[in-house]
């Protein structure tokens, strides 16, 4: 069988997912292939496959922007083929895998397995009460969670292989989480016009701005490094960045109080321009 996997990650979470279940089904005798998105989209859509499955972390109870534009506008009529989706958040899912499955399903699509796993934040940002009940892992917590989080994708891999259909974020109650997550949305607004470099920290690398997804991130007439309009709020640049020189208001330059997300070791970041 031949398994298509399209993605999008921000700091690796996701993209650590995609490749273990690449590793793990193909040691079952099958065919993964993984696709990102912005780079890979339109290769995905012209290869044919028996099954499909969308890998994305969760922003705001959606999938994030460049994946959810196209499975919305250029993934084709489902013909009934199966498709599974796999989330990655660091705190609740609520109705995100059941909101895109009615849309898949809308398609014509079969989606028929739906799960998540939790993982290490990457949004420590100040003012950010999330943080209260989640926080950015490293060392031996890092590695107990990526332990766990391999038994558990070992479990949903031979559920995939299996056909067997699973459903979450159906009900009330991850309604109302997702009630509670709308009506703190215009906060990413406010953050989304604090991106500022810490000159004195910057080596001018540029790897903010190679790494952008939606060339957000430039230089103006004098070098300095300047942000657009156009940020998703993925904070690859904030966390990424090597010596932490991009900020999220002016608070995030203390990087032990605001521990930024690393990523994982041979995990290197997708990069859109050169």
């Known amino acids: 069988m031949r ?4 993605y999008f ?3 690796g979470n996701t993209l650590w997912v995609a490749k273990k279940t690449k590793e793990i089904i193909e040691q079952q005798g099958h065919e993964v292939k993984l ?8 290769n995905f859509l012209k290869d044919e496959c028996d ?4 890998y994305y972390p969760v922003w705001d109870y959606l999938l ?11 993934m084709p009529k489902g013909n009934g083929k199966k498709i599974f989706l796999i989330g990655t ?11 895109y499955k009615k849309l898949m399903d809308a398609k014509g699509y079969n989606t028929f397995y739906l799960n998540h796993f939790y993982m290490s934040c990457n949004f420590n940002i100040p003012w950010f009460p999330f943080m209260i009940f989640t926080k950015v892992l490293k060392g031996e917590g890092l590695n107990k969670n990526l332990d766990a989080c391999e038994k558990k994708l070992q479990e949903i891999c031979s559920s995939i292989l299996k056909l067997k259909t699973r459903q979450e974020g159906k009900g009330p109650y991850f309604k109302f989480l997702r009630w509670l997550q709308d009506r703190g949305l215009f906060m990413f607004d406010f953050w989304k016009k604090n991106f500022s470099i810490a000159k004195d920290k910057c080596t001018n690398c540029k790897l903010c701005i190679r790494m952008c997804p939606t060339e957000n991130i430039s230089k103006d007439r004098q070098g300095n490094i300047i942000f657009g309009s156009n940020c998703i709020m993925c904070v690859k640049c904030y966390n990424l960045c090597p010596k932490d020189a991009v900020l ?13 997300f690393k990523g994982y070791k041979g995990y290197k970041p997708d990069l859109y321009r050169k």
């Open 64 to 74: 994030p922007k460049p994946l959810h534009d196209f499975v919305l506008n250029k």
């Open 9 to 11: 990650t921000s700091t």
């Open 51 to 54: 099954m499909i499955g969308i």
């Open 35 to 42: 696709y990102e998105v912005i780079k890979d989209g339109d």
């Open 248 to 260: 999220i208001c002016k608070q995030s330059i203390n990087n032990k109080k605001y521990k930024r």
């Open 3 to 6: 398994i298509n996997i399209i």
């Open 89 to 99: 958040c660091a705190g609740s899912i609520a109705n995100t895998n059941f909101k």
